[in-house]
């Protein structure tokens, strides 16, 4: 059902962000392609959300239609292949191959998100990559053709895939796992989120770590001076825990954490955003890359080419 202006904080981890000029919500893959080809169809802008754990919504909302895929449904068509609706949530599908005693998914459980989200920005868990473990990935292109791409067409790189670049929507995928013993992938999976428990600030509304890592000549400039090249390291020594910007703070538990204390809006995150970035670049000569999305207008947010300077 189309519904007209509704609040979108409600559905997001971080709590933030002002209403969808319209919104859908979705649940299964056939209403999902019938909601982007409304889109389509209308001419609106289109923005498909998964559990929302990855964005910050602007303040004015968003334009267009809105989708909240909950599209969910999970099966193993061949031994190891694992079939998966875009809206399935990850705990849903990482329980589904702990129990079918299948490897590889266990290390993420505790990441919030849809698989839907969780290919668009390639999930990380330490080092390993959710985008290695796909074989397939269905998607809807912007002239509403339905295409399966192979893993090697998806541009499955840190924090990065091709799903960033085009307007397309995910609609499913497909993971191939090896066999391994269901205990043995309880224990790994127990021991990520008991690491997640004590490392993230889960008792405050977040769109978990705002900044990627520095990588390439960032990342070695950083090692060169043998610091360690990671996003909350080098917030944490320019002594930014703690502080804050209206209701957004930076987290006194993890560095890279911007959380919303208390009634944050978009416009205290981006402001705290940017004074983060500014101080670790007058301290260590690196600008950071947002991770999170920004979705919507957000008028004070530090322009991207900088961004992109140390990740090229
Ligand atoms: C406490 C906390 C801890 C976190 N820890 C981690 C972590 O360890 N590793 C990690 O990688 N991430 C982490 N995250 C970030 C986030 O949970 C993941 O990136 C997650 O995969 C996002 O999924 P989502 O469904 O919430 O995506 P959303 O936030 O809903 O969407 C993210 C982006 O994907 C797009 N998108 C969503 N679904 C589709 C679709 N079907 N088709 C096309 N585009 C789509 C959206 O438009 C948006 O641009 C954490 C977040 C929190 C709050």
């Not at 649940?27 to 409304?38: D, G, Q």
């Not at 998964?50 to 909240?68: C, E, F, P, R, Y």
């Not at 670049?281 to 920004?294: K, N, P």
Request: contains cysteine; charged residues 15%.
């Amino acid at each position: 059902m189309l519904k007209l202006k509704v609040p979108l904080a409600p559905y997001t981890y971080a709590k933030i962000g002002g209403p969808a000029q319209r919104l859908m919500v979705v649940h299964s893959v056939s209403e999902l392609k019938a909601a982007v080809k409304l889109a389509q169809t209308k001419g609106w802008p289109l923005t498909v959300l998964g559990s929302a754990s990855n964005v910050i919504i602007a303040d004015a909302g968003l334009t267009g239609l809105v989708i909240i895929d909950r599209a969910q449904a999970v099966s193993q068509p061949q031994p190891g292949l694992v079939r998966v609706a875009s809206g399935t949530l990850m705990s849903q599908l990482i329980h589904f191959t702990i129990q079918h005693g299948l490897a590889g998914l266990a290390e993420f459980l505790g990441i919030p998100g849809t698989v839907g989200g969780a290919l668009y920005n390639n999930s990380h868990h330490l080092n390993h990559l959710i985008g290695d473990l796909v074989t397939q990935v269905t998607i809807i292109d912007e002239r509403g053709r339905v295409r399966r791409l192979p893993r090697s067409a998806c541009q499955f790189a840190y924090d990065a895939s091709i799903f960033q670049k085009q307007p397309w929507i995910i609609l499913s995928a497909t993971f191939n796992l090896s066999p391994a013993e269901p205990q043995s992938l309880q224990t790994l999976a127990r021991a990520a989120l008991q690491r997640r428990r004590q490392t993230q600030p889960l008792n405050f509304p977040s769109s978990g770590c705002m900044f990627k890592n520095p990588e390439k000549t960032a990342k070695q400039r950083l090692e060169t001076q043998k610091l360690p090249p990671f996003a909350g390291f080098l917030i944490d020594q320019c002594g930014l825990k703690g502080v804050t910007s209206g209701g957004a703070q930076v987290s006194p538990l993890h560095a890279n954490f911007i959380v919303n204390l208390n009634h944050a809006s978009a416009q205290d995150v981006v402001r705290l955003s940017n004074r983060v970035r500014r101080q670790v670049h007058d301290r260590f000569g690196v600008w950071l890359e947002r991770e999170i999305f920004f979705l919507g207008h957000h008028p004070q947010l530090d322009s991207t080419p900088k961004e992109s300077l140390n990740y090229g």
